[in-house]
């Protein structure tokens, strides 16, 4: 059973509205969660992080929202950009621990 | 070079062979990871190892055999692998070692055939 679910396996979305990717966890002890973004031939890239006590963390274009009572977060990106193009992941786990489960990805195309 | 480094790129290996994988971090980070992406699967923790102790071992195979020879070098012994162990390996560094802000490198994209 997967722990981190990524229902959305591809979006698109036009150039300079807003994309809104999804993320859903099973697990209540879940306390810290991250979002990587991946293009092709790279290695993920660090985007963005949040803690349980909170419920929004924004930076610049990306902002992420944590519902703890559904077990949810988002990340949306505003506006969108075509280099926005890729993989995005989102992980999470213990603000103490190592070990982060990872989603399948949500690969985001924005086109001109 | 900056950041993660990992070779090689590729790798085709037999079943009967013994091959390594390299990773190298040049951001003074005292936590280094293996990761495994299988195709059509997420990205799964391996290895954890943090100033340069093995802190954390997934259930892994021991055909898989990390070394940490100091905090910038991590390396992967492969031998006797499957077919099924064909994946992307991912190295990652990061601070410390709560993994919170991994740094990847590109990856090895390994074949058994």
């Known amino acids: 059973d997967q722990q981190v679910k990524q229902n959305s396996p591809s979006l698109s979305v036009q150039e300079g509205r807003i994309s809104i990717l999804n993320c859903d966890y099973t697990n209540s002890m879940f306390d810290y969660f991250l979002w990587y973004k991946k293009y092709p031939a790279e290695g993920p890239t660090f985007l963005i992080s949040i803690s349980s006590i909170k419920d929004k963390n924004e930076d610049g274009r990306f902002t992420v929202f944590l519902n703890k009572s559904a077990k949810h977060l988002s990340l949306h990106i505003v506006p969108s950009q075509p280099g926005d193009s890729a993989v995005y992941f989102c992980?999470?786990?213990?603000?103490?621990?190592?070990?982060?489960?990872f989603g399948p990805g949500t690969r985001l195309s924005v086109l001109p | 070079e900056t950041g993660v480094t990992q070779t090689p790129r590729h790798l085709v290996m037999g079943m009967t062979n013994k091959k390594s994988l390299k990773c190298e971090q040049h951001l003074g980070h005292n936590a280094m990871y293996w990761y495994k992406q299988s195709a059509k699967k997420p990205l799964e923790l391996m290895f954890v190892y943090s100033l340069e102790e093995r802190v954390e071992n997934n259930s892994v195979p021991s055909r898989f055999s990390p070394e940490c020879p100091n905090s910038s070098h991590l390396f992967l012994h492969l031998h006797t692998l499957q077919p099924e162990d064909s994946a992307l390996y991912l190295c990652?560094?990061?601070?410390?070692?709560?993994?919170?802000?991994?740094?990847f490198g590109q990856g090895t994209r390994l074949t058994v055939v």
């Open positions: 992980a999470a786990g213990s603000w103490y621990g190592q070990n982060f489960v």
């Open positions: 990652a560094s990061s601070q410390d070692s709560r993994n919170t802000e991994a740094f």
